[in-house]
């Protein structure tokens, strides 16, 4: 059975930092691409970061320079480093795992007050 957990969430005022952590099994976590997404009230959820089974990275455009993404096989954990957070990225984020297959967590809130 496949499981992603995220944590790390929270409520942060402008201009902090949160690190979403999102623990995987039931997968070959190393061969998988992992992502980050969010979803913001009455909005699409929107990928936020992406990082390759080769450590390859990309970012959306709102958040290039701000959020990092990282992962340790060994702990079968992907990371998101997020950086001088804005309101705007008040929003769930979810975990996404991919190989083959595409799975998901049950999101963690992120609340960024002005």
């Known amino acids: 059975q496949v499981q992603l957990v995220e944590s790390g969430g929270g409520l942060v005022q402008a201009g902090g930092s949160l690190r979403l952590s999102c623990a995987a099994s039931?997968?070959?976590?190393?061969?998988?691409?992992m992502r980050w997404y969010r979803q913001a009230p009455g909005k699409q959820r929107e990928l936020v970061a992406t990082i390759a089974s080769t450590g390859i990275t990309n970012y959306a455009d709102s958040v290039k320079g701000r959020f990092i993404i990282t992962r340790d096989n060994a702990k079968r954990t992907v990371y998101l480093q997020m950086n001088s957070l804005k309101p705007e990225d008040t929003a769930v984020y979810y975990c996404?795992?991919?190989?083959?297959?595409?799975?998901w967590g049950q999101g963690t809130q992120v609340t960024v007050s002005s």
């Open positions: 039931g997968i070959i976590f190393s061969s998988s691409a």
């Open positions: 996404n795992a991919y190989r083959f297959f595409e799975y």
